[in-house]
């Protein structure tokens, strides 16, 4: 069971809008910093938020995230095919129990 | 441009102490900014973050994991390493090394999958 809370799975159309939530405590996206990751099938995920919204270069201005309390929303918009993944938010976890960085269970995103 | 690389065996018995080595290239492992760490991901399943440690030998590991997991650094072969003892089949997952800054993973590995099996 993972420390911060996604669903699953989510699901729209091609050139739509989407976003995947990320709920955690105090202890870690209460008090830090949010990163989203997006793994594409059979690849190491890949950094595409970071600072809770800001985008490392070369990552599209299509993505975007934001934080409120101790959740976490990664938005996507004009989706494509090729965004079909899955997409992971992690963040310090300041707590003993978790000692260091702590990640989601994951979103597999399909664009029908 | 950055590249880290995984090395080691891909199949260990259980029991046995799992052991994988992390090369960087095209930067410094001694760099003040970042940490080096290690995660896994169980086939069809999430990301795990295991540890990471620093240049100087400072540590930290997921709690789940500690009394099993040593990561150490050598700094003259800008290379880090992972061992993680007395494995068994929910051991078997990808394991990818990475860098840490702060709590974004900026670098990934490509991952090597290691298989507990007898």
């Known amino acids: 069971q993972s420390v911060l809370t996604q669903p699953p799975s989510v699901s729209a159309a091609p050139g739509q809008k989407v976003t995947i939530s990320c709920s955690g405590s105090?202890?870690?996206?209460?008090?830090?910093?949010v990163s989203w990751y997006q793994q594409l099938p059979g690849t190491a995920p890949k950094l595409l938020i970071y600072?809770?919204?800001k985008r490392p270069s070369g990552i599209p201005d299509r993505f975007s995230g934001s934080k409120s309390g101790t959740s976490a929303t990664l938005g996507i918009t004009g989706l494509q095919t090729g965004d079909e993944a899955d997409y992971y938010c992690?963040?310090?976890?300041?707590?003993?129990?978790?000692?260091?960085?702590?990640f989601g269970g994951g979103t597999k995103l399909t664009v029908l | 441009q950055l590249q880290l690389q995984e090395s080691g065996p891909g199949l260990v018995k259980p029991s046995e102490t799992l052991s994988l080595t992390c090369t960087v290239s095209?930067?410094?492992?001694?760099?003040?900014?970042?940490?080096w760490g290690w995660i896994r991901q169980p086939p069809g399943k999430g990301l795990e973050w295991i540890g990471s440690?620093?240049?100087?030998?400072?540590?930290y590991y997921n709690p789940s994991l500690k009394s099993r997991v040593t990561i150490s650094v050598d700094t003259s072969k800008n290379q880090f390493s992972l061992k993680l003892s007395s494995v068994t089949a929910a051991d078997t997952a990808v394991y990818y090394c990475?860098?840490?800054?702060?709590?974004?993973?900026?670098?990934w590995g490509q991952g090597t999958l290691v298989t507990v099996s007898s």
């Open positions: 990475a860098r840490r800054r702060g709590p974004d993973v900026d670098y």
């Open positions: 095209g930067g410094s492992i001694s760099s003040s900014s970042y940490y």
């Open positions: 440690i620093y240049y100087s030998g400072s540590t």
């Open positions: 105090s202890s870690n996206i209460g008090n830090n910093y």
């Open positions: 600072d809770n919204n």
């Open positions: 992690g963040t310090w976890d300041s707590s003993l129990s978790a000692g260091d960085v702590v």
